[in-house]
């Protein structure tokens, strides 16, 4: 069964600092990695995946995450963060077949300005 | 593109009474998702559909909970009857046909914010 750690309920950092929020997973087979973000009364937007290829992936607002097999990690991370990133942040997995998305207990991320 | 349309976006009601939620996903989007998520918690899957038939229920409490996507589009969830552990955030998803572009994403819509008292 797939399964997916967030180690950290909270990340304090300063606005203009780098931040990394923390994900590890276990799945059978090959991974398919996500992070969603969700801001107060809205749903999950998704940030960026992990299926094959490239360790580093890109996504949506300057974020990106480096997918690192060894260590079954999947951290999160962007060089120079800004208020408005202060959010709640979630990774999800799933295998490579037609199964729902398991997510991790999510990571509140808080900018200061 | 039109997203996941969900309503009612609040509900408030009291405990044993009944309550449904519907769900519109993307159009042409063949599996739909029901997802249950508690403050402080990850979303946690309750039912997942392909076209009008169930994939998996395993994790939905079937003797309060039922779910039903006739026609294979809309989608309703239903808690009859609701206890107070079931106050959550109700999100349903949706998902593209394997094969056809950005088939590996959830999209998700906002979520109806269940309060039982």
């Known amino acids: 069964a797939q399964s997916v750690a967030q180690p950290e309920d909270q990340v304090n950092v300063a606005e203009g600092n780098p931040l990394t929020v923390k994900c590890t997973y276990s799945?059978?087979?090959?991974?398919?990695l996500f992070w969603y973000v969700q801001y107060p009364n809205r749903g999950l937007q998704f940030l960026l995946k992990y299926i094959t290829g490239d360790n580093l992936v890109k996504g949506s607002y300057g974020f990106e995450a480096e997918f690192n097999k060894s260590q079954t990690s999947f951290h999160l991370k962007k060089p120079s963060a800004l208020v408005s990133d202060s959010a709640l942040y979630f990774c999800?997995?799933?295998?490579?077949?037609?199964?729902?998305?398991?997510f991790g207990k999510g990571t509140r991320l808080s900018v200061i300005a | 593109e039109a997203g996941v349309a969900q309503s009612p976006r609040y509900k408030i009601i009291e405990k044993r009474q009944s309550v449904a939620f519907w769900c519109n996903p993307i159009s042409g989007h063949a599996t739909l998702y029901w997802y249950q998520q508690i403050l402080g918690q990850g979303p946690k899957l309750l039912i997942q559909?392909?076209?009008?038939?169930?994939?998996?229920d395993s994790q939905l409490p079937k003797d309060r909970f039922s779910a039903e996507r006739l026609k294979g589009v809309d989608s309703t969830l239903k808690i009859q009857p609701a206890k107070l552990e079931d106050s959550a955030v109700y999100l349903c998803a949706s998902r593209q046909p394997p094969g056809q572009g950005k088939d590996n994403e959830q999209f998700f819509g906002p979520g109806t914010r269940l309060t039982v008292l």
């Open positions: 999800a997995v799933r295998d490579s077949g037609n199964t729902p998305l398991v």
């Open positions: 799945v059978s087979g090959n991974p398919y």
């Open positions: 559909f392909q076209n009008n038939g169930v994939v998996d």
